[in-house]
């Protein structure tokens, strides 16, 4: 899954609900590509973290691949770094 431009308010809705498809049927061990994505809010960062714990709580996982120097900041400074798995590369995420 690659999200594209900007994760927000208006555009985190689509993401849920991809993320909760997935996760209805049965897929929990998500890689969301952030190669693409230029901007992230508080509102894209909570359907994030929200998918990730369900993911957990259903044995799988949710992995952030390639995201740039923004959003890895953006991760560490409000504190959710630790709690979403990143990687540097989608190929190292689905390992």
Do not use: W
Not at 10 to 26: K, V, W
Not at 84 to 89: A, F, K, N, R, T
């Amino acid at each position: 899954m690659q999200p594209n431009g900007q994760l927000d308010m208006e555009t985190a809705t689509r993401l849920q609900a991809a993320l909760d498809g997935l996760i209805e049927a049965g897929r929990t061990r998500i890689v969301v590509d952030l190669g693409r994505l230029t901007f992230c809010d508080s509102i894209g960062l909570s359907t994030l973290v929200v998918a990730g714990r369900t993911c957990e709580a259903a044995g799988g996982f949710l992995r952030l691949a390639r995201p740039n120097a923004f959003l890895l900041n953006l991760l560490t400074v409000v504190g959710v770094r630790d709690a979403l798995h990143v990687y540097d590369s989608v190929e190292a995420a689905c390992k």
